[in-house]
């Protein structure tokens, strides 16, 4: 029986793309390396950013860490407040809250997480938030996931569920033996969600109290 639900943060709770876009072009014209379109940029909106910068941008690991600083740099002066709440998602975190305990699971570093769900006035639905650390000493989203499961104290993995528009969100919850709800609002196609065996997969916020139902 599912009690916790795990969600991812960008393209799952909030429309994050305008800050992070900005960012990375921040980071880019910082480095004087040439632009990317913003199909490309879009790329970047799920991974690491480290290895985003090395495999979408071809940087070496010292440009990618020299970008990712500076990016952080931009995100942190207020870039990270240029973002937005996913419409109906308040009212599908409090028809289900009732009934579950919600957590953040993120590769966002925690301490800009902890600043967005504090800001759109989000923490009221949420008891905890995990992300990456800053050092990238654990930013992989399954060790993310991990972390968390065992800081909440989570054994029995069908307790739990994880939520995220990525296949990086279902594939590290299937490492840790949990069963992932798709969202396509986000920033995932359908085809990678499908393809990373979500075990559920929503259009909208509002399916989000019948997907957790249909798991249990």
Known sequence: MIKTVLFDLDGTIINSEQGILNAIKYAVHKLNRPTMDDATLRQFIGPSLVGGFQTIAGYTHEEAVEATEAYREYYRDGGLFEDEVYARIPEALGDLQQQYDFYIATAKPESFAEQIIDHFHLDGYF???????????????????????????????????????????????????????????????LAELQAAKSEQIIASPTELPAAVLALN
């Open 127 to 189: 008891k905890g938030i995990y992300g990456a650390t800053f050092d990238e000493t654990r930013i992989k989203k399954a060790d993310i996931i991990g972390y968390a499961l065992n800081d909440i104290g989570i054994t029995d993995s069908r307790e739990a569920v994880m939520v995220g528009d990525r296949d990086s969100d279902i594939l590290g919850g299937h490492s840790n033996a949990l069963a992932g709800i798709g969202v396509t609002y986000g920033f995932g196609s």
